[in-house]
């Protein structure tokens, strides 16, 4: 069992933490206990629930996750990827339907991680989480039109076509006070950082705006319009349910299990190329279940990894978990003290945040680089992205897999074993154990797609790390998927900074298009990348001879 849940935290107390590490901690927990206040409000109202339960979800998941997560810096929290899956649940469910669905997925994640199934989520495609991420970007987006320009829509439709012709109905009604708010929301909000990198643009356009509608009795909606009291206590209360209803509520609960495992995971993925470290899956779906289980009995929503702030946290000095529960109780003191004034804060605000937040998600770049790639990655990427949009997300992700895994039986099969380089001088191939000290290699020994992208990826890690010129043997990889392309490229990167030279052999001229079209060549320098083993080996002498 210590195998599966061993907490990240438990690790380095045991080891020591010093203080000044602890100092550090304390300083980017409270800077990130700033940037997420905005955000949690933010995605609680975008949801359909009071502001209050943003930051509940925060305070209370921030701390079990990284209390008991696998990973040093990962911060916990509401996201926006759970939005539309909140917001439809309560329309059709209710509170208590929400509340109930995210204790299951709670449970859901601890069977995921108790059945060390936190290395599985590694073959969702790359294709298929930047389909189903963008097309949740754009749905966010939708849904802040409203509040954007101020509209008097009492009822927008939930289908994505009905709503957008909603708002195109009541273009005419448009408030230029609400709209010239969240204008400048966005241009804060974005450019900020240009003044100050530590205080957050969201932060300062929410107080500096707000002050403004107050001061000058500006026309427009705010939270407390829609919300008139706002709780400032966190209170335990269980949510009212039937035993003969659970069923009914296994598909969101599994959809929100589905979307935090593999958003968590993605975010500690990040985390780790960011700080060079490793962490631990498995005990990391256990303690999102945990927090997913504890936070709907005081009124929280589903909560999993942010990105977002994660990167904050580790930009700003953050290296273990000391900082994720000061971010919490920076939030607690703010809601203890302020909340009330949550009722202040106009709904452009929250749109102009949440249209920043939608463009930041929607991963443009990798989606158009996809689109110019390989035929069978665009079509698992624009299906998800078709589907999240118009249907759910649970259906996109659903048939997003059995279409990844169909696509990649057919690749398979269609491989021409003529493509694979046997020119390599494989009848005079130098024995690896006579290459000096400092020249590692490492042989790909065939085609690189989602499912082994990571593991690859690793190994290429683990043995670079330790040389002064890795070379990376290519001749049996007949393709390359855009999963692994990011994969590689983020290694490579990775090893460059450490210092490390990294030469290619082998490359089959379909693959080295995939690579020169993703970047790769460009980072790895078309010098560095030779047909022959020999010619390889030769260069990395002469490179281990000129840092001698």
Do not use: C
């Amino acid at each position: 069992m210590s195998t599966i849940f061993n907490p990240k935290l438990f690790t380095m107390l045991k080891d020591g933490i010093s203080k000044e590490q602890i100092y550090s901690d304390v300083i980017a927990g409270t800077i990130v206990g700033i940037v997420a206040l905005p955000l949690a409000i933010a995605f609680a109202v975008a949801s359909g629930v009071s502001p209050e339960k943003g930051i509940i979800t925060a305070v209370i998941a921030g701390i079990i996750i990284s209390a008991l997560g696998g990973s040093k810096v990962q911060i916990g929290g509401p996201t926006g990827a759970f939005i539309v899956i909140v917001f439809a649940i309560v329309e059709q469910y209710g509170i208590d339907g929400l509340l109930i669905s995210t204790i299951m997925a709670g449970i859901i994640l601890i069977f995921f991680g108790l059945f060390k199934l936190g290395n599985l989520l590694r073959y969702f495609p790359e294709p298929l989480i930047v389909g189903f991420t963008s097309g949740i970007a754009l749905v966010i987006f939708s849904t802040q039109i409203k509040d954007a320009l101020g509209l008097n829509i009492e009822n927008v439709p939930s289908d994505f076509f009905e709503k957008w012709t909603a708002y195109f109905h009541h273009i005419h009604e448009v408030n230029l006070y609400a709209l010239a708010i969240t204008a400048a929301t966005i241009l804060i909000t974005v450019y900020f950082k240009y003044i100050n990198k530590k205080i957050p643009g969201s932060f300062v356009a929410i107080i500096l705006l707000t002050l403004l509608v107050q001061i000058f009795d500006l026309p427009v909606t705010t939270i407390g319009t829609f919300f008139s009291s706002i709780n400032s206590e966190i209170t335990f209360a269980i949510p009212d349910f039937k035993l003969s209803d659970l069923v009914t509520y296994l598909v969101p609960a599994l959809t929100i299990a589905i979307l935090g495992g593999v958003e968590s995971l993605l975010s500690a993925v990040v985390a780790d190329g960011m700080i060079g470290g490793k962490h631990r899956s498995n005990t990391e779906l256990i303690a999102q279940g945990i927090a997913n289980i504890t936070t709907p009995f005081f009124g929280g929503i589903p909560a999993t990894g942010a990105i977002a702030r994660t990167a904050t946290n580790i930009k700003n000095g953050g290296r273990t978990p000391i900082a994720g529960i000061v971010h919490a109780l920076v939030l607690l003191l703010i809601m203890l003290f302020f909340i009330n004034y949550a009722k202040l804060i106009p709904m452009s605000i929250l749109a102009g945040i949440l249209i920043v937040v939608s463009f930041n998600m929607s991963e443009y770049r990798s989606f158009i680089s996809i689109l110019k790639g390989s035929p069978y990655d665009y079509i698992i990427l624009l299906t998800t992205f078709i589907l999240t949009v118009l249907v759910d997300l649970t259906f996109a992700i659903e048939v997003g897999i059995v279409l990844a895994s169909l696509l990649f039986m057919h690749r398979m099969a269609n491989i021409d074993g003529n493509k694979m380089i046997k020119s390599d001088n494989e009848d005079d191939i130098e024995n690896y154990e006579t290459l000096p000290k400092g020249i590692s290699v490492y042989e790909i020994g065939g085609p690189v797609f989602f499912a082994s992208a990571k593991q690859y990826a690793q190994q290429l890690q683990t043995i670079g790390i330790q040389s002064q010129v890795l070379i990376i043997r290519m001749r049996y990889v007949s393709f390359i998927d855009s999963t692994a392309l990011h994969n590689f490229k983020e290694t490579i990167k990775l090893l460059r900074e450490s210092g490390i030279s990294v030469l290619t052999s082998g490359t089959n001229d379909d693959v080295f298009k995939e690579l020169k079209h993703h970047g790769v060549v460009a980072l790895i320098g078309e010098s560095n990348m030779h047909k022959t083993y020999q010619r390889a080996v030769a260069q990395a002498r002469e490179l281990l001879s000129k840092e001698a």
